[in-house]
Structures are given as structure tokens and as C-alpha cells.
T-cell receptor
Framework: DSGVTQTPKHLITATGQRVTLRCSPR?????VYWYQQSLDQGLQFLIQ???????AKGNILERFSAQQFPDLHSELNLSSLELGDSALYFC???????????????FGPGTRLTVL | LAKTTQPISMDSYEGQEVNITCSHN???????ITWYQQFPSQGPRFIIQ???TKVTNEVASLFIPADRKSSTLSLPRVSLSDTAVYYC???????????FGKGTRLHILP
């Protein structure tokens, strides 16, 4: 158990809809990272928040947005969903402010999103 | 960020030692090598990190030759539960980026 929690575990929705994924980081971690993992694309970094502020952006679509709240939990909002958005979405947390591969990230169990 | 190349997949048997090699020909002086493990339907988990020579922990060993253009993750006496995807990452502590790639899918057979 990494200490990172994500809800819901599974989510099934229809095209055009909007969903919110939630993540609670490990106690003491200020950074939250969101990743998307689809079968053909591997693990893709989306966005990072550090202590409530956006810190780094990766391959995140404009239809997607995220925020980190004062209690440090984070939400990833996905809107105008398309079939291609079906994927596993992981949240990770770290004590580090950075996005470096040298700083250990702790991953949650993921949310499996299915868009029908 | 230095690019890495790993085998797409590997098969091995229970009780064997498994070595997964990662090539990083363009590794820079300040780059470290980090490995993550991802079990099916779970998030990746940090395994080991090193800069040169050999690093060992309770899970694995990491061998890095003098030229650092490759590294080998060694898993001793694997079991079925070691079936996972293993990711090799190379990055500079000063470089604010992370790239996981597609990793190596290791399948352990009984």
C-alpha cells in the first residue's frame, strides 16, 4: 500500500459526459501528479500540482483540468469525453516539488475509465 | 532527458535470476538511473536507483558499467508474483522532466 488513495476505482460513462477523479496523497506529500495509461501509449504524464499550485504540465488535453485543494487532495476533471479517453488514470504523490525521475513518486491504485 | 531502450517483453521461469537491460547511449554526466515496477492493474512502484557501479536493496540489484551507457536490473530467484512491467528512467536531478516509456513486460512461468 503506497498510502495514495484514488476514487472511484472504476468509472463507466458515455461520450460527451464529464467526470471527476479524486486523489488523496500520502501524508506529508505536497506534490500530486496525474498520469494517463492507455494500452498503446504507455504511462503519460498529464499535470503536477505542488501545495495547491500548478507546477508542471505534460500532454494534458484542453478538455482536461485539475486542481489541488488546501487539504492537498486533488481532482482531475475530464470533460466532453471521447472513446479515446478510456484509460487508467493514476495519481502519484511525492515530497518533492519537482518532476524529476530522481525523486521517488508513490502511485495510487488508479481509476479505470471506460467511455462508451 | 536521455532516451532509454528496453526489450518490449521477456519470459523466465520461477527460481531463475532475471536480468533486464536498459540502453541509454546518450546518458549525461549528471543523470541517474531509476527503475519502477508495475504489477497488473496497479500503479508503478519505485524499485531502485543508481548512478554508477552496483546498487542492491531487498528487491533487486542494479548494475551500471563504467561507461554508463546501459544498466541492468537483476531480480534474484523470481517468482510468479514478479510478473510485471519494469520501467527504466534516466534523468538529471537538475532536469525537471520524467518519461516512463513503455517498459519491459516480464512474464514469469511456473
Amino acid at each position: 500500500d503506497s498510502g495514495v488513495t484514488q476514487t472511484p476505482k472504476h468509472l463507466i460513462t458515455a461520450t460527451g459526459q464529464r467526470v471527476t477523479l479524486r486523489c488523496s496523497p500520502r501524508s506529508g506529500d505536497l506534490s500530486v501528479y496525474w498520469y494517463q495509461q492507455s494500452l498503446d501509449q504507455g504511462l503519460q504524464f498529464l499535470i503536477q500540482y505542488y501545495n495547491g499550485e500548478e507546477r508542471a504540465k505534460g500532454n494534458i488535453l484542453e478538455r482536461f483540468s485539475a486542481q489541488q485543494f488546501p487539504d492537498l487532495h486533488s481532482e482531475l476533471n475530464l470533460s466532453s469525453l471521447e472513446l479515446g479517453d478510456s484509460a487508467l488514470y493514476f495519481c502519484a504523490s511525492s515530497v518533492a516539488r519537482t518532476l524529476r525521475s530522481t525523486d521517488t513518486q508513490y502511485f495510487g491504485p488508479g481509476t479505470r475509465l471506460t467511455v462508451l | 532527458l536521455a532516451k532509454t531502450t528496453q526489450p518490449i517483453s521477456m519470459d523466465s521461469y520461477e527460481g531463475q535470476e532475471v536480468n533486464i537491460t536498459c540502453s541509454h547511449n546518450n546518458i549525461a554526466t549528471n543523470d541517474y538511473i531509476t527503475w519502477y515496477q508495475q504489477f497488473p492493474s496497479q500503479g508503478p512502484r519505485f524499485i531502485i536507483q543508481g548512478y554508477k557501479t552496483k546498487v542492491t536493496n531487498e528487491v533487486a540489484s542494479l548494475f551500471i558499467p563504467a561507461d554508463r551507457k546501459s544498466s541492468t536490473l537483476s531480480l534474484p530467484r523470481v517468482s510468479l508474483s514478479d510478473t510485471a512491467v519494469y520501467y527504466c528512467l534516466v534523468g538529471d536531478p537538475r532536469d525537471d522532466k520524467i518519461i516512463f516509456g513503455k517498459g519491459t513486460r516480464l512474464h514469469i512461468l511456473p
